[in-house]
C-alpha cells in the first residue's frame, strides 16, 4: 500500500470514528442525569409543607413493578408501598401502587418516607397514588 493509501485510510478511519461517537452521543435514548442537583424523585425524607396536594402518605416502598406506558406513551414507574399513615386525605387501605412518570433524572426505589398526590383507581392496578415528583433537594431538605 502507498504513502497516500494508507494516509488516506487512517484519516477515513478516524472520521467514521468520530461519526459514530456523536451519533451515540445526539441519538442515545438512554440519557443520565449530569447534574446531582437535577434528580428528582417522590420520597419526602420528611413530612412536606406548603405542597398542594389532596393526598400525604407516609409509605415504605416496598418493590418496583415494571414500567408500563401512559395512553400519550410518557414512561411510567409503578410501585408496591405498604402505607403506614395518612397525614392529609383519605385512605381505606394499607397497600397501594405509587405511580409517577420517569425522566431521564427521576431516582426511584425502594424505601420508606412520604408521598403526596392525587389517588386514582385503574380497572388493572387498583387504588394508585398519582405521586408528585420534587428535586432530590427538596425531598431531603431538612426544616
Given amino acids: 500500500m502507498s504513502h497516500i493509501g494508507r494516509v488516506f485510510g487512517w484519516k477515513t478511519t478516524k472520521f467514521c470514528t468520530l461519526c459514530l461517537i456523536v451519533g451515540c452521543l445526539v441519538f442515545d435514548r438512554a440519557e443520565a442525569c449530569l447534574l446531582s442537583s437535577s ?7 420528611h413530612i412536606p409543607e406548603g405542597i398542594d396536594a389532596p393526598v400525604i402518605v407516609e409509605v415504605t416502598i416496598v418493590s418496583r413493578e415494571a414500567d408500563i406506558s401512559s395512553p400519550n406513551h410518557t414512561p411510567l414507574a409503578v410501585m408496591k408501598a405498604r ?13 397501594l401502587k405509587v405511580v409517577t412518570y420517569i425522566g431521564s433524572c427521576t431516582r426511584l426505589g425502594v424505601g420508606h418516607g412520604f408521598v403526596t398526590g392525587r389517588l386514582e383507581h385503574d380497572a388493572q392496578r387498583g387504588l394508585e397514588l398519582i405521586a408528585i415528583q420534587r428535586s432530590y ?6 426544616r
Fill in 39 to 45: 434528580q428528582s424523585g417522590v420520597l419526602f425524607d
Fill in 137 to 142: 433537594e427538596i425531598l431531603t431538605q431538612r
Fill in 83 to 95: 402505607v403506614e399513615r395518612v397525614v392529609r386525605g383519605t385512605l381505606d387501605s394499607d397497600a
